[in-house]
Nanobody, 109 residues
């Protein structure tokens, strides 16, 4: 089971930190992804971190978002900086066949 948290309302230019906590799943071995879905749009890739700690980002968030993991806590985080209105979406954590329920991020301009 994956549970996201940390979403909320933030002003443009601000920051948020999302977390994905796992139970019954070990993050260490396989990649963990963040996706997002805005109203009326398809779910899109945001970032991922591999079992080796390598990271990759969508061009739209590169340089602003940072994905990281805490192996001891079995969590993966997404630090969102310089947030833009177009970042408003439900953010989902994904690992193998598992998806979380999502956490809403709303950016006010």
């Amino acid at each position: 089971q994956l549970v996201e948290s940390g979403g909320g309302l933030v002003q443009a230019g601000g920051s948020l930190r999302l977390s994905c906590a796992a139970s019954g799943i070990i993050f260490e071995i396989y990649p963990v992804y963040w996706y997002r879905q805005a109203p009326g749009k398809q779910r899109e890739y945001v970032a991922h971190i591999t079992g080796y700690g390598s990271t990759n980002y969508a061009d739209s968030v590169k340089g602003r978002f940072t994905i990281s993991r805490d192996i001891s806590k079995n969590t993966v985080s997404l630090q969102m900086n310089i947030i833009r209105p177009e970042d408003s979406a439900i953010y989902y954590c994904h690992h193998r066949s598992h998806w979380g329920q999502g956490t809403q991020v709303t950016v006010s301009s």
